[in-house]
């Protein structure tokens, strides 16, 4: 009998069709599969259906969607049948959600332990003192820290690692049956992408729980996923195993995926471009948020043409060292030389070509353009701020600058929403050279980003590079990229430099022990992988009890 329940799934999603509201179709009826303690891996480019899919299993649609077509089935129940209480009471108890951005999911006025509570509180599960005993429970196997009180802090209090922890916490609060991972890892840095991976996979096998993995990097996917599902413009391109899809994929899309994931091992930026000419030099800067210290003595230079990659986990610096190198915070100690004149320290005693000379292009698109504008706003803002530019100046002006990106004259006239992830990437960058700078700044430009178009994003820079002669500072998470585009690499932690070295050198070894724990932790196209990561760690971690023991 046992055997015969393991086999029923859990989730059936039959002939799924998900559209817009003008009929537009989003996803065109996809069939999904999932039995209990089994995790399927949706991947695809950006628009290719997968948060869709996720959210239809909720049988949830976001504003201007709606699902028009298809069953939903969860444990033998049409979730689609049910009306707007059942579906509420299925929502959380049965399936629940974690997001790529754990930082948005959470409400700041709330402290995490009334979060996490409020789920099992709501549905009846438990009460509220049987609900703070179960999280400090899911605190303590998620492995954060001081877990008896760590409830007691609001979401800016922890790191975006432990929040990312305690949204999966907060997911299981209802020991739900489904997960549905929508990017839970792609905003870490690699050692804390490491971690959560270690524990949801984990997590699923001990409460055997069904989950859907919705990613777009393949490494990643391959440590957790039992079965791939491929998709593109909403369709299913091929499914398979995870071995299968990854070492023998059926269609040429598939095979492109996996390539792109593979090239960054045979490709290495080309110092051909890098001139002798310094443009930056940061001396011996410290910076602060109050009383809390968080650049300590960090010292670096840039060469015109260069890409000076600042590798580390979060919370090490990276974005606060561009934002003491833009002026958006004053250091409280150090230089700051451009082009061989001391910077001003803070941006508005900063003159508009100074301004103008250095840029900054930020993470999330989306956050960073204003959804109220046309491109042709967006873009000609700077050329009409600092070169006193008007009317057909602007316009002429912008639909070059959409020609250097790569993008048609004609969508000047759109705004962001009606652009792709990498499109509204790209819409970033043009704003930045619109202003002609020498140095730009990319804070994580192709994080949020699919496999291949972060590899169109990454052509693109290093072919403006080329042409324009511009000096990058990059702030990534990401080693692949580092290699592929950095000529020269900062390792930072704890607000300080350990290693500043041309990019081969740093990561051909022998390493600093904090660099050599950051290479270890880039995920593999492995099956395997992530199990030998877990077995270096615990055998890591008694060596370290070992060596405690023996001091005391």
């Known amino acids: 009998?046992?055997?015969?329940?393991?086999?029923?799934?859990?989730?059936?999603?039959?002939?799924?069709?998900?559209?817009?509201?003008?009929?537009?179709?989003?996803?065109?009826?996809i069939d999904v599969t999932l039995?209990?303690?089994?995790?399927?891996?949706?991947?695809?480019?950006?628009?290719?259906?997968?948060?869709?899919?996720?959210?239809?299993?909720?049988?949830?649609?976001?504003?201007?969607?709606?699902?028009?077509?298809?069953?939903?089935?969860?444990?033998?129940?049409?979730?689609?049948?049910?009306?707007?209480?059942?579906?509420?009471?299925?929502r959380g108890r049965r399936i629940a959600y974690i997001a790529q951005s754990a930082a948005a999911a959470f409400n700041p006025a709330h402290t995490i332990m009334d979060q996490v509570c409020e789920g099992p509180v709501q549905h009846g599960l438990m009460n509220r003192t049987e609900a703070e005993a179960w999280a400090r429970e899911l605190f303590r196997a998620l492995d954060l820290p001081d877990p008896d009180n760590f409830g007691n802090k609001y979401p800016h209090q922890a790191s975006g690692g432990q929040l990312q922890r305690a949204m999966s916490a907060m997911a299981?609060?209802?020991?739900?049956?489904?997960?549905?991972?929508?990017?839970?890892?792609?905003?870490?840095?690699?050692?804390?992408?490491?971690?959560?991976l270690i524990l949801l996979k984990r997590l699923i096998r001990e409460y055997n729980t069904a989950a859907l993995y919705i990613t777009h990097d393949l490494a990643v996917v391959a440590q957790?996923?039992?079965?791939?599902?491929?998709?593109?413009?909403?369709?299913?391109?091929?499914?398979?195993?995870?071995?299968?899809?990854?070492?023998?994929?059926?269609?040429e899309y598939t095979a492109k995926l996996v390539a792109v994931r593979g090239a960054a091992a045979s490709e290495r930026a080309s110092p051909a471009t890098v001139t002798d000419k310094t443009i930056l030099t940061v001396?011996?800067?410290?910076?602060?948020?109050?009383?809390?210290k968080v650049i300590d003595g960090v010292s670096l230079d840039v060469k015109h043409g260069e890409t000076v990659a600042v590798v580390?986990?979060?919370?090490?610096?990276?974005?606060?060292?561009?934002?003491?190198?833009?002026?958006?915070?004053?250091?409280?100690?150090?230089?700051?030389?451009?082009?061989?004149?001391?910077?001003?320290?803070a941006l508005k005693q900063r003159s508009k070509d100074l301004k103008r000379q250095i840029q900054l292009v930020y993470q999330i698109p989306d956050v960073a353009l204003n959804p109220r504008q046309t491109l042709h706003d967006i873009i000609g803002r700077p050329v009409q701020f600092y070169y006193g530019r008007s009317g057909n100046d602007v316009t002429d002006r912008v639909a070059e600058l959409l020609r250097l990106v790569e993008l048609?004259?004609?969508?000047?006239?759109?705004?962001?929403?009606?652009?792709?992830?990498?499109?509204?990437?790209?819409?970033?960058?043009?704003?930045?050279?619109?202003?002609?700078?020498?140095?730009?700044?990319?804070?994580?430009?192709?994080?949020?980003?699919?496999?291949?178009?972060?590899?169109?994003?990454?052509?693109?820079?290093?072919?403006?590079?080329?042409?324009?002669?511009?000096?990058?500072?990059?702030?990534t998470h990401d080693l692949d990229v580092v290699h592929r585009i950095a000529h020269r690499t900062?390792?930072?932690?704890?607000?300080?430099?350990?290693?500043?070295?041309?990019?081969?050198?740093?990561?051909?070894?022998?390493?600093?022990?904090?660099?050599?724990?950051?290479?270890?932790?880039?995920?593999?196209?492995?099956?395997?992988?992530l199990d030998e990561a877990l077995e270096r760690k615990r055998v890591r971690e008694a060596a370290e009890k070992t060596d405690s023991a023996k001091v005391a």
């Open 1 to 29: 009998m046992a055997e015969t329940e393991t086999k029923q799934p859990i989730l059936t999603i039959r002939g799924l069709v998900v559209e817009t509201i003008i009929g537009v179709r989003l996803v065109d009826r």
């Open 35 to 90: 039995q209990r303690g089994e995790v399927l891996g949706l991947i695809g480019e950006s628009g290719a259906g997968k948060s869709t899919i996720g959210l239809a299993a909720m049988c949830y649609a976001r504003a201007g969607c709606r699902i028009a077509g298809g069953v939903v089935d969860i444990d033998g129940s049409d979730v689609r049948m049910l009306d707007a209480a059942g579906r509420r009471d299925v």
């Open 172 to 196: 299981m609060s209802c020991r739900p049956d489904i997960l549905v991972l929508d990017e839970p890892t792609t905003a870490l840095d690699v050692t804390t992408q490491i971690e959560v």
């Open 224 to 251: 957790v996923a039992d079965r791939i599902k491929v998709l593109r413009h909403g369709k299913e391109v091929e499914e398979g195993t995870t071995s299968d899809v990854l070492h023998a994929p059926k269609q």
């Open 283 to 292: 001396a011996d800067c410290h910076a602060s948020y109050g009383i809390v």
């Open 312 to 345: 580390g986990e979060s919370g090490s610096g990276k974005s606060t060292l561009a934002r003491v190198i833009t002026g958006l915070l004053p250091p409280t100690a150090g230089a700051i030389t451009f082009k061989g004149a001391t910077l001003p320290k």
């Open 408 to 475: 048609p004259e004609n969508y000047m006239f759109r705004k962001s929403t009606q652009l792709s992830g990498g499109q509204k990437q790209r819409i970033c960058i043009a704003r930045a050279l619109a202003a002609e700078p020498d140095l730009i700044i990319l804070d994580e430009p192709t994080s949020a980003l699919d496999p291949l178009v972060a590899e169109e994003i990454l052509k693109l820079l290093k072919r403006l590079q080329e042409e324009l002669g511009l000096a990058y500072i990059l702030i």
């Open 490 to 529: 900062a390792v930072m932690l704890k607000g300080q430099f350990v290693a500043f070295e041309d990019t081969e050198t740093i990561f051909r070894g022998p390493y600093h022990p904090y660099t050599e724990k950051l290479v270890k932790a880039v995920p593999e196209m492995r099956i395997d992988w």
